[in-house]
């Protein structure tokens, strides 16, 4: 199969172009927002092909996946196609509900000829979708490996526009987290934390380099207030490392008691970074226990096999 699919993003899409299909990726000239490309940071199958955004009008596509409102104008601008009339689709709900959240009413509710593929049952409860048929694919990553040797007494935090996004993900809590215990931050545009707060940025690691340096870390903090279930908690879950979480959103079912801490008291959650870094022999068996979880229930096969049953159905 031939999928049209925006980079958008790129560690669930690092998964997801591991199946079976030839995945199209939009490019344009700028490599903005709508044409990304492959990825740079991320290793990518042969089977992911960059595609002109003006060549695809004439593109062999048999489905399009969609990851925000936009793209179904988008898709019928570029490839003279309408998705879910002229091109069967699935739409991908990446995000938790924002503004009125009980009653947040999903883009693609009055629609019913796209299917919209949430990637926690949390998404699924919280979003009124509609008429729209909805599914939950639950996330699957690629092992990186039993990594963990948690030799550097400091805790690990990744987070992507920290300074941008704020109390959705967190950034409020690095303070008192910096305050408990020796803390370095990870991920794209994190270096200005540093000017403010006593905390080791280290900024647009590749991914196979970050999940080493990661693992070096004696504790993973995730302070991500509302968001689906962060694909960065799942692989430090399987890197092997202990790991200490707000219990929000999809994070209470994802990280089992022997696995981590869950709590929503700024105090614990402080208390429990230092608590495991002191700690390392516990910090050990937590890891354990939290890979063998997330290896379970996140692996990429079990992911993969899921989506080639959607997209089957979903191109008929």
């Known amino acids: 199969m031939r999928i049209l699919h925006w980079h958008v993003h790129g560690s669930w899409t690092t998964a997801f172009v591991q199946g079976a299909h030839d995945y199209l990726i939009p490019v344009t000239p700028d490599r903005d927002a709508d044409g990304l490309g492959r990825a740079r940071t991320w290793d990518w199958p042969a089977s992911a092909v960059e595609v002109p955004a003006p060549n695809l009008r004439d593109a062999d596509i048999d489905l399009v996946v969609l990851q925000r409102p936009h793209e179904v104008e988008l898709t019928a601008a570029w490839t003279g196609r309408v998705p879910g009339r002229d ?101 794209m545009r994190v270096t200005a934390l540093a000017d403010s707060l006593p905390v080791i940025a280290h900024e647009d690691l590749p ?3 970050m999940h080493r340096e990661l693992a070096r870390r004696r504790v993973y903090v995730h302070t991500s207030r509302w968001t689906s279930l962060g694909l960065s908690l799942i692989e430090a879950m399987q890197l092997g490392m202990p790991v200490v979480a707000l219990a929000v959103t999809e994070a209470v079912t994802a990280v089992p008691a022997s696995a981590g801490v869950l ?54």
């Not at 699924?124 to 008429?131: E, I, K, T």
């Open 87 to 187: 091109l069967p689709a699935v739409y991908v709900e990446h995000n938790t509900p924002t503004g009125d959240v009980p009653a947040t009413r999903h883009p693609l509710a009055d629609r019913g000829d796209i299917p919209v593929v949430h990637v926690t049952h949390f998404n699924r409860l919280f979003w009124d979708c509609g008429r729209a048929p909805t599914h939950v694919i639950e996330h699957g990553i690629i092992d990186p490996g039993q990594l963990y040797d948690g030799s550097l007494p400091r805790a690990a935090v990744a987070v992507n526009d920290p300074l941008r996004r704020g109390r959705t993900v967190g950034t409020d809590l690095l303070g008192p987290l910096a305050a408990a215990v020796p803390l370095d931050v990870f991920g």
């Open 263 to 316: 709590t929503n008291r700024v105090e614990e959650l402080c208390s429990a970074a230092r608590s495991l870094v002191d700690d390392p022999e516990r910090a050990r068996q937590m890891g354990t226990e939290a890979r063998t979880f997330a290896l379970e229930h996140f692996g990429l096969t079990r992911f993969l096999d899921d989506w080639e049953a959607l997209l089957s159905e979903a191109a008929g």
């Open 207 to 209: 991914q196979a380099r």
